[in-house]
């Protein structure tokens, strides 16, 4: 572990070397940063090769940390798979990825803190699609759970766009009240011990963000933090409570998505595993019995399906609908954020007090 924080630490260039030791002797790193792109590629698919047929556990470590300082570097570089090595690993080998390269990401970073969860995959389509038989799930990180602020806030920042944007979802998103431990055995949490547990359901905006430059299987997509770039949730003043009827009428809310104001897709909360709070549940029992901390942010699922985007030529906004509700926009070259966790701490208990451009 200590060699993977010390990898990270050093940056790009670092993860690459201690990553690569095994592999190549590089020496050159202006040379590295100019040309890698397909040693980099390379030595991942060896990795993942090998990890995939078990011969060498560092390997997966290795693969790990190349695709989670991947996630974090302010300029990544895409990867690009073999196909062959993607046919090769399995979906449980897509989770001890995941849980590899999450080591690497959280790694002596406090602003990578784990803050909750991502499900994918809750509609019948896209596990069809997958070849899953259930949702998927994957953590969210802190420095991308974002709230929109205005610039006169000092911890604010400007979004560091995730190497070859994938998409956009809209989402019904809960913030977690009161912890909800694993249970053991056969013990479930009941649809109100869930309910009580959450503090609010708010709208929510995910971009999805590959670190590989063309489609991956779902092994691998799951490694890769299930495709999350980055989650935008709105100021107090769009919080609702599980009993208010923007929650118990989700699966009847039409949501609709925008890009340059142009409509591209619209649902329900219906496409949420028939309504969001079955996805949070889904969670809690049945998940590997994942944990949820009061603070925990857990994103539930597109209800609208995912609307692709360009990193080639990507749109000025994001914007969408809650029927009856409301809005929540995104202005990928010019809104500012705070890390969730930041608001949480310092504005959300503070009536009047939000700072916030937009959403009023």
């Given at each position: 572990?200590?060699?993977?924080?010390?990898?990270?630490?050093?940056?790009?260039?670092?993860?690459?070397?201690?990553?690569?030791?095994?592999?190549?002797?590089?020496?050159?790193?202006?040379?590295?940063?100019?040309?890698?792109?397909?040693?980099?590629?390379?030595?991942?698919?060896?990795?993942?090769?090998?990890?995939?047929?078990?011969?060498?556990?560092?390997?997966?470590?290795?693969?790990?940390?190349?695709?989670?300082?991947?996630?974090?570097?302010?300029?990544?570089?895409?990867?690009?798979?073999?196909?062959?090595?993607?046919?090769?690993?399995t979906v449980e080998q897509g989770y001890q990825l995941q849980?590899?390269?999450?080591?690497?990401?959280?790694?002596?970073?406090?602003?990578?803190?784990?803050?909750?969860?991502?499900?994918?995959?809750?509609?019948?389509?896209?596990?069809?699609?997958?070849?899953?038989?259930?949702?998927?799930?994957?953590?969210?990180?802190?420095?991308?759970?974002?709230?929109?602020?205005?610039?006169?806030?000092?911890?604010?920042?400007?979004?560091?766009?995730?190497?070859?944007?994938?998409?956009?979802?809209?989402?019904?998103?809960?913030?977690?009240?009161?912890?909800?431990?694993?249970?053991?055995?056969?013990?479930?949490?009941?649809?109100?011990?869930?309910?009580?547990?959450?503090?609010?359901?708010?709208?929510?905006?995910?971009?999805?963000?590959?670190?590989?430059?063309?489609?991956?299987?779902?092994?691998?997509?799951?490694?890769?933090?299930?495709?999350?770039?980055?989650?935008?949730?709105?100021?107090?003043?769009?919080?609702?409570?599980?009993?208010d009827w923007e929650c118990t009428s989700a699966d009847e809310?039409?949501?609709?998505?925008?890009?340059?104001?142009?409509?591209?897709?619209?649902?329900?909360?219906?496409?949420?595993?028939?309504?969001?709070?079955?996805?949070?549940?889904?969670?809690?029992?049945?998940?590997?019995?994942?944990?949820?901390?009061?603070?925990?942010?857990?994103?539930?699922?597109?209800?609208?399906?995912?609307?692709?985007?360009?990193?080639?030529?990507?749109?000025?906004?994001?914007?969408?609908?809650?029927?009856?509700?409301?809005?929540?926009?995104?202005?990928?070259?010019?809104?500012?954020?705070?890390?969730?966790?930041?608001?949480?701490?310092?504005?959300?208990?503070?009536?009047?007090?939000?700072?916030?451009?937009?959403?009023?």
């Open positions: 572990m200590l060699s993977i924080c010390r990898g990270l630490n050093r940056g790009f260039g670092g993860w690459y070397r201690v990553a690569n030791a095994r592999y190549f002797s590089i020496e050159r790193r202006s040379s590295y940063r100019d040309h890698a792109g397909e040693n980099e590629s390379f030595v991942l698919s060896t990795c993942l090769r090998n990890f995939s047929r078990g011969i060498n556990p560092n390997n997966g470590v290795d693969a790990g940390v190349i695709i989670g300082g991947c996630r974090k570097a302010k300029v990544p570089r895409p990867f690009t798979i073999d196909r062959d090595v993607q046919d090769l690993l849980q590899l390269v999450d080591n690497a990401v959280e790694c002596n970073d406090k602003d990578w803190k784990p803050c909750g969860y991502k499900i994918g995959a809750t509609n019948a389509a896209a596990q069809e699609r997958m070849g899953l038989s259930s949702p998927f799930v994957a953590k969210l990180f802190s420095a991308s759970t974002l709230v929109p602020m205005s610039k006169d806030v000092t911890e604010t920042a400007s979004l560091s766009t995730p190497v070859y944007l994938r998409g956009v979802e809209a989402e019904w998103a809960f913030i977690i009240g009161a912890d909800l431990p694993s249970l053991s055995g056969d013990a479930v949490y009941s649809t109100e011990d869930v309910k009580n547990a959450v503090a609010a359901v708010v709208p929510s905006i995910e971009v999805l963000g590959t670190r590989f430059s063309h489609p991956v299987g779902t092994a691998l997509a799951i490694a890769d933090g299930g495709g999350n770039g980055f989650v935008v949730l709105p100021t107090k003043e769009q919080w609702r409570t599980p009993s809310i039409k949501v609709s998505t925008y890009l340059d104001g142009k409509l591209k897709a619209e649902g329900s909360g219906a496409n949420v595993l028939g309504h969001p709070l079955n996805a949070l549940e889904w969670l809690v029992n049945h998940a590997s019995r994942e944990s949820l901390k009061a603070g925990d942010v857990v994103i539930s699922g597109a209800c609208n399906g995912i609307v692709p985007l360009s990193s080639d030529s990507p749109p000025s906004n994001i914007k969408i609908v809650f029927e009856g509700w409301t809005d929540l926009s995104l202005d990928l070259q010019h809104d500012t954020f705070v890390p969730f966790e930041v608001y949480l701490r310092r504005w959300a208990n503070a009536p009047g007090n939000h700072h916030s451009e937009k959403n009023k």
